[in-house]
Nanobody, 114 residues
């Protein structure tokens, strides 16, 4: 299974960015798709996750600002990020869980300037 992420980049505080991640290969049924992030010197943390049925889960720090969605037919997950803050700066990774395995994308940089 391969995960190809796109989007990200540089944006000013208060701006918006969108990320997308497409899964390909011997996928079967993807249970959960998620976005994680890792800032320099910090541990990787969950940003948002969405189940195959559409249930979502967000980190408290992004609730109300970020929105995760997925297109099951395209095996693609999206992350719309609004009202971005400098503390959102990190490398963002997509993740796909096909029980019992977990797959990671290559990471995409998001930088929010103050």
């Amino acid at each position: 299974v391969q995960l190809q992420a796109s989007g990200g980049g540089l944006v000013q505080t208060g701006g918006s960015l969108g990320l997308s991640c497409a899964a390909s290969g011997s996928i079967g049924s993807i249970n959960v798709m998620a976005w994680y992030r890792q800032a320099p010197g910090k541990q990787r943390e969950l940003v948002a996750a969405i189940s195959s049925g559409g249930s979502t889960n967000y980190a408290d720090s992004v609730k109300g600002r970020f929105a995760i969605s997925r297109d099951n037919a395209k095996n693609t997950v999206y992350l719309q990020m609004n009202s971005l803050k400098p503390e959102d700066t990190a490398v963002y990774y997509c993740n796909a869980r096909i029980t019992p395995l977990s797959y990671w994308g290559q990471g995409t940089q998001v930088t929010v300037s103050s």
